[in-house]
């Protein structure tokens, strides 16, 4: 083949569409296939999804490997690629998790398993986090690879599992053990998402860059027991009941990190008026100590992203009516802003409590602490992608209070960004771990042509 012949294939195949009304009924049917899978965690037994996905990978003659972890074989991860033509650049990573969350089936009107199409919206557990977007990512590699298209830059297509519960046996047991096989130079994930109502004023899609570290934490009292009828001072449960009652009063203090006052900033540029002076001066002293209590009281989500967060989630004490137990325990899940270092916050917290007979100990200590750049080719043209999509709907910089598996990466120092390209609503978003959780078909299909066009700008010749 001439080169005149393979430079007109190069430049047919990097402006080549898919024709995306004909994939439409294969994605849909590839996305419902997917989530009659059932990966709850726990158990969290993925091999059925891993195999189901590695037998796509198979018929459409893409390179691909799959993993156990030999701990419990229940864990699989598939890695897939297109190969770059360039081995100097390091590779762009899309990853997704084939886990989901259990569910109560009696709270839901539709069937989780069952992946049902009706009116245009696909059902089931997992369709948004992030089975959804497993399929998006699925789909823009068969038809890079279906159309021959040659990426300058790898693009490796990982699914994980275990992301449900932060195990050790997911994403980070890949980085421990294959990270050869990794090394990314940036990482697409979940973490932020487009939505409709969640921003005052204002359609917007979050790229989360940071995220809230996961500190989890044991509030224990040890001491003498005793007969219910003979109450006496000072017992463990009301030393803990005391302690806790100091915790969940503790208003912490509101603090604005870089990404939340950028995030902020193009919030306000877009709001205008007095509100988006509010916003864009959040950083201001003044502004927040005179405005911070009420912009952070406009939701709980909002409140997490400006403070250090404390939740009360489960006690344990007692085991019979009539005797005062001799040991209390309480745990706090305790989310931290990237820069706070947990031991800082526990002398802090125990100063709060100010009662030596309390102890805390420490059961997960999160040491991440990388916030990812919003200035890199990969966040630019993924917004660019979003902005053409939706032209009215902000892109912005965001820092999700969950967890992901970004948090891995980035502990490596690697960019990664978090979003799944859809636009839904607030009660969508809720629906995330929750009862009848949804995806229309034309979030599906834009999220998947978002995905395709970032990543051939992305991986693709220069523009």
């Not at 419902?32 to 899978?37: D, P, V």
């Not at 030596?356 to 990812?372: A, C, E, G, L, T």
């Not at 929750?434 to 523009?463: A, F, Q, W």
């Amino acid at each position: 083949m001439t080169k005149s012949i393979l430079l007109i294939f190069s430049i047919s195949s990097l402006i080549a569409e898919p024709n995306w009304e004909k994939a439409r009924d294969e994605t849909v049917d590839l996305f419902q296939q997917y989530l009659r899978i059932d990966t709850s965690n726990p158990p969290g037994d993925v091999r059925l999804a891993a195999k189901w996905f590695a037998n796509i990978f198979e018929e459409e003659d893409i390179s691909f490997e799959t993993f156990t972890v030999p701990d419990d074989p229940r864990r699989m991860h598939v890695l897939a690629e297109l190969k770059g033509m360039n081995s100097e650049l390091k590779p762009l990573l899309i990853i997704n998790h084939m886990d989901v969350v259990p569910v109560d089936e009696d709270f839901w009107d539709e069937k989780p398993f069952d992946g049902e199409l009706r009116d245009g919206v696909v059902y089931g557990r997992g369709a948004i986090d992030m089975k959804g977007m497993g399929i998006m990512e699925l789909m823009a590699m068969i038809q890079l690879h279906r159309e021959g298209w040659r990426p300058e830059r790898t693009i490796k297509f990982l699914a994980v599992a275990d992301e449900e519960i932060l195990g050790p046996l997911g994403a980070s047991w890949m980085i421990e053990n294959h990270w050869d096989k990794l090394d990314p130079e940036w990482v697409w994930d979940e973490g932020g998402i487009g939505s409709e109502d969640s921003f005052p004023g204002v359609s917007a899609f979050a790229i989360a860059v940071a995220q809230k570290k996961s500190f989890w934490v044991e509030a224990v009292v040890e001491g003498k027991s005793g007969h219910g009828m003979r109450p006496y001072k000072d017992h463990p449960n009301e030393i803990l009941v005391k302690a806790l009652t100091r915790i969940v009063n503790w208003n912490t203090p509101l603090e604005i990190s870089p990404v939340v006052d950028e995030m902020f900033n193009r919030l306000g540029e877009s709001t205008g008026g007095g509100q988006g002076f509010v916003m864009k001066s959040l950083d201001n002293g003044l502004v927040r100590y005179l405005a911070g209590g009420s912009v952070a009281g406009t939701s709980v989500s909002t409140n997490a992203m400006l403070r250090n967060t404390i939740s009360l989630t489960m006690l344990n004490s007692g085991y019979k009516t009539n005797i005062i137990p001799e040991k209390a325990t309480a745990t706090l899940d305790i989310r931290l802003l990237p820069h706070v270092e947990p031991e800082e916050f526990l002398d802090d917290l125990k100063y709060v409590v100010n009662d030596d007979r309390v102890q805390f100990i420490s059961k997960r200590i999160p040491r991440n602490k990388h916030v990812s750049s919003w200035e890199t080719d990969f966040f630019n043209i993924l917004s660019d992608e979003l902005h053409r999509e939706k032209p009215d709907a902000l892109a912005m910089p965001f820092m999700t209070i969950g967890g992901t598996d970004s948090q891995f990466f980035q502990a490596k120092g690697v960019n990664c960004y978090g979003l799944i390209p859809v636009m839904v609503t607030e009660k969508d978003v809720q629906s995330i771990h929750g009862i009848d959780e949804s995806l229309s078909v034309e979030n599906l299909m834009m999220g998947t042509r978002i995905v395709y066009h970032t990543i051939k700008r992305v991986c693709g010749p220069g523009e």
